[in-house]
């Protein structure tokens, strides 16, 4: 029995020790086979941007290290014989029973990275870490701050550290969509550009969003960029921007039966303390401003026909019969888009404006055809109603305001409303109408 039991007992440390030395290799194999999948799709795309290429792939039992070229597609460059911009990028993994866990930098001995030694002195500014296995991505990137002298230009450029965190998991698939969804974070410390008499400082900002996937191409978000400041001038002239945060959101509304019916897109943009100075006098000066506005109303098969279609043509070489194709699709998705600007307000010490906006195509698929081939046509098409009220000390302060409202009194369509000028315009079938009165 002791005899038995001790077999067992060897013959599980002999199992456990194969399996120990089988699962990471067969784990190397499939990280190799998934990474060519990923090569294989995105160079498939007809307008992807860059190609991709897995060079020098050494696979060892617990480690792989390979080298992965991304070359920058660049028609002009092409046609000219001139060299493509590739970057090189070093790769290490590690991989056991678990995660793939990996690090990535440029390598600077490639010759696609040759600007690494004119710029860096050989040390990659640009770091990736993480993990993943076969269904979630943990992905940290690092820029270290750096100053770059441009050769044969004047000035000098201060980039400022930043690190970015992206997580994505891949999802089951109900209903036939995969629910998969990300979220990334970025962190920024700004960057300084001086270029002769011109300089830009861009002061910290970060940037967060997340997003799911709603069907096989569309995928809701959502997003927020904040920047703590901005400058830009040179000897005649300076203009400095406050805190800046934009939001933004795309998302498909549902029918009664909860499946996606059309697309909506809405965003908000928010600006404190824009001043302008010419020669030390103040040219411009805004306490703040604000703008919220959206873009609904195609439908999602719409809307995804659509963006399947364009990805299989090449715009520099599309034949009559794949413009035939793309074209009702567009005219479908003119037809029923919608933009809508909720509100626009700017607010400065003289007094402040504010305005909305509701604008959309009214018009036939032979109207819209020939509307795209002479731009000019496209204002008859449109139905627009804008609303806009101002202060008249700002009126009175502003020539652009002055000259508007001049053009109204002239006109008899000048109204005031709470010591407001007043301005409610209609566009339709190319006619103008303001504060009910026809313009020609």
Do not use: C
Request: no cysteine.
């Amino acid at each position: 029995m002791q005899k038995l039991t001790t077999g067992i007992f060897a013959g599980a440390i002999v199992i456990g020790a194969a399996s120990a030395a089988y699962i990471p290799v067969q784990v190397g194999y499939q990280v190799e086979a998934q990474l060519q999948q990923v090569v294989n799709v995105q160079n498939a795309k007809v307008n992807s941007g860059f190609q991709i290429e897995l060079l020098n792939y050494q696979r060892f039992a617990y480690s792989t290290t390979f080298l992965s070229r991304i070359t920058l597609a660049d028609i002009d460059a092409q046609q000219n014989g001139r060299p493509l911009l590739s970057l090189d990028i070093q790769h290490q993994l590690q991989h056991g029973f678990g995660k793939v866990r990996f690090v990535s930098e440029l390598a600077p001995e490639q010759q696609g990275n040759k600007f690494l030694k004119d710029y860096f002195n050989d040390q990659s500014p640009l770091r990736l870490k993480g993990e993943f296995d076969h269904n979630s991505l943990n992905l940290d990137a690092y820029l270290d701050g750096f100053t770059l002298k441009p050769q044969g230009q004047e000035g000098t450029i201060y980039v400022q550290p930043a690190v970015a965190q992206l997580f994505y998991q891949q999802g089951e698939v109900v209903e036939g969509i995969a629910q998969n969804h990300y979220r990334l974070n970025t962190v920024w410390n700004g960057a300084d550009l001086i270029a002769g008499r011109d300089y830009l400082k861009l002061r910290p900002a970060s940037f967060k969003v997340t997003g799911s996937q709603a069907t096989d191409y569309l995928w809701r978000y959502q997003s927020q960029l904040g920047l703590t400041g901005m400058e830009f001038g040179n000897q005649g002239f300076v203009l400095k921007a406050g805190a800046l945060l934009l939001q933004d959101q795309f998302s498909l509304t549902a029918q009664e039966d909860k499946t996606p019916s059309s697309i909506h897109y809405q965003s908000q943009l928010k600006l404190q303390g824009l001043t302008g100075e010419q020669f030390g006098q103040t040219a411009l000066k805004i306490n703040s401003a604000s703008l919220a506005y959206q873009i609904s109303g195609p439908t999602v098969a719409n809307t995804e026909a659509l963006i399947s279609a364009s990805q299989q043509i090449d715009p520099e070489q599309m034949s009559n019969e794949q413009a035939q194709q793309i074209l009702p699709l567009l005219i479908e998705f003119l037809q029923a888009l919608n933009v809508q600007i909720d509100s626009l307000n700017v607010s400065t010490p003289e007094g402040s404006l504010d305005s909305n906006l509701q604008l959309q195509v009214d018009a036939s698929q032979d109207e819209l055809i020939q509307a795209l081939s002479a731009p000019m046509l496209l204002t008859r098409l449109l139905d627009a109603n804008a609303n806009l009220l101002v202060d008249k000390t700002l009126v009175q302060s502003t020539m652009p305001l002055q000259m508007l409202a001049m053009q109204l009194y002239g006109a008899g369509a000048y109204e005031e409303k709470e010591d407001k000028m007043s301005v409610m315009a209609e566009l339709k079938q190319g006619r103008l109408t303001i504060n009910g009165v026809a313009t020609e």
